[in-house]
């Protein structure tokens, strides 16, 4: 008689079937690392401090992502945060009503750090698909810089090139700014690049890096290279920074003049289609940004964007804006729907953007520093 095999099966309980362990959390961080951070020891930290560890490379991984995440909240305006010893930052790791979200920014910065690609391009060259703004609000370096990649792949790839010695030469017209690579903890606060390298968060370090340095040669109080990457300025004028060009300035004022004679708006707009098509036929880097008070969905007011070339048979222009954001307007595109838009690229026809847009710059041909009013 055939002998036949038997088979048990035991189940175990589910107490007994091992898990993952939980990821640490912020408050952990806050446990391990807060006299680590302050520096002076007296218990409170300052954002000298948090800046310091923001910009040191041994501090990464876990304890980076909390790093940034207190970076974000003492610069955040809307949410108070009080002196921040280690009992404070504890109390408010939980979260709370009108209180710095510590565990999301926490929980972002960890997938940011653990998603970054330290290679300076990714995929051989770089690209502005995936590309997104971080929380730094410097849209008006990004604008520039995405109207070189546009025009130029190849160029950006030469205008950021590893140093002999470690970290990264970064050309500014004729200038040449060095910076170390980027820490984890500015990984997690610069621009996402979807996994396309780390090229975008070096050149916003040699931003800040240069105006650091001009602030030094004109006497001025020293900032943090990161904050003063987050003061703001003029992606037409960071248009002549990148290239080492002059620049012109063309106003769209004129076509919210209420007074303006129709005839004189037609002009205007006229030249503006001129200057436009002039500008790409010459392979010239273009600009533009908005004011306060925009309405139309999709659009932000106070931003800096991109233009990325005008096809005059359509009577459209091609923008680009840096937080790289998707789009669908609920109904037909147009002013009071917005318009369809994909990693940040959309297009609009011309009036309309006039009607918009606070107005355009152009590289020109001249060498130095300065600008000119169209």
């Known amino acids: 008689m055939p002998r036949c095999a038997v088979l048990v099966l035991f189940v175990l309980p589910a107490a007994a079937i091992a898990r993952p362990p939980e990821p640490p959390t912020f408050a952990d961080q806050v446990k391990a690392r807060f006299a680590a951070w302050d520096r002076d020891g007296n218990g409170t930290l300052t954002r000298a401090e948090i800046d310091a560890a923001v910009a040191d490379p041994a501090v990464t991984g876990d304890e980076a992502a909390a790093v940034a995440a207190l970076r974000r909240a003492v610069r955040n305006t809307k949410a108070a945060t009080p002196p921040l010893t280690r009992d404070a930052l504890l109390a408010l790791a939980s979260g709370g009503k009108d209180a710095p979200d510590f565990p999301a920014m926490y929980k972002a910065a960890r997938a940011r750090i653990a998603a970054a690609d330290r290679a300076l391009f990714a995929h051989g060259g770089p690209t502005l698909d995936g590309v997104s703004q971080g929380k730094l609000g410097n ?42 690579s980027p820490t984890d903890a500015e990984l997690a606060v610069l621009a996402a690049t979807g996994g396309d390298g780390i090229w975008v968060n070096v050149y916003e370090k040699a931003v800040g890096k240069l105006r650091a340095d001009e602030a030094t040669a004109a006497n001025k109080a020293a900032l943090p290279d990161l904050d003063l990457l987050t003061k703001g300025g003029s992606a037409g004028t960071m248009v002549g920074v990148v290239t080492g060009k002059k620049i012109e300035r063309f106003s769209c004022t004129f076509a919210r003049d209420e007074k303006l004679p129709a005839a004189d708006k037609a002009a205007r707009l006229a030249a503006m289609r001129d200057r436009l098509a002039a500008a790409f036929a010459a392979k010239k880097l273009v600009t533009c940004g908005t004011n306060g008070g925009v309405t139309v969905p999709g659009v932000h007011g106070n931003h800096a964007y991109a233009v990325l070339g005008y096809d005059r048979a359509a009577d459209a222009i091609a923008l680009w804006n840096p937080h790289g954001q998707d789009f669908t307007p609920k109904g037909a595109p147009g002013l009071t729907t917005g318009y369809p838009t994909k990693d940040g690229r959309f297009r609009m026809p011309l009036p309309e953007f006039a009607a918009v847009f606070a107005g355009l710059a152009f590289e020109t041909d001249e060498d130095g520093v300065g600008e000119r009013r169209l």
Do not use: E, S, T, W
Request: glycine share 14%; with cysteine.
């Open 139 to 180: 849209c008006f370096c990004l604008a520039p810089l995405g109207a070189l990649v546009a025009r130029d792949p190849g160029a950006v790839a030469k205008m950021i090139a590893p140093a002999p010695g470690g970290g990264f030469d970064v050309r500014f017209g004729p200038k040449v700014v060095h910076v170390p």
